[in-house]
């Protein structure tokens, strides 16, 4: 299994951005996907997650702002992030869990990207 994160970026407050994440090693179509993030100096923590068939879900912090999708054609998930305040500054990760599908608890997770990381600021 290999995920690989691309899309960070410096952008500023207000601003946009969409990372994307690469997935190889698994049947990527038939499978749950989900975003992480880890800002400084906190823990990680579940961003945004979406199954198979298309439903998404999404911590609370984010919902309205964040937007998941995939395509299976290409073997990729995305995030789309706007109105990015500097609190949203992290590592952005994709992981996926082989046991569960979509879940806030990052411990179901079994396999993670390297990371993309996102800063917002002026």
């Known amino acids: 299994v290999q995920l690989v994160e691309s899309g960070g970026g410096l952008v500023q407050p207000g601003e946009s951005l969409r990372l994307s994440c690469a997935a190889s090693?698994?049947?990527?179509?038939?499978?749950?996907m989900s975003w992480a993030r880890q800002a400084p100096g906190k823990g990680l923590e579940w961003v945004s997650g979406?199954?198979?068939?298309?439903?998404?879900y999404y911590a609370d912090s984010m919902k309205g702002r964040f937007t998941i999708s995939r395509d299976n054609a290409k073997n990729t998930v995305y995030l789309q992030m706007s109105s990015l305040k500097p609190e949203d500054t992290a590592v952005y990760y994709c992981?996926?869990?082989?046991?569960?599908?979509?879940?806030?608890?990052?411990?179901?997770?079994?396999?993670w990207g390297q990371g993309t990381q996102v800063t917002v600021s002026s």
């Open positions: 090693g698994f049947t990527f179509g038939s499978s749950a």
């Open positions: 979406i199954y198979s068939d298309g439903s998404t």
């Open positions: 992981a996926i869990s082989l046991r569960v599908g979509v879940a806030p608890e990052l411990d179901e997770y079994d396999y």
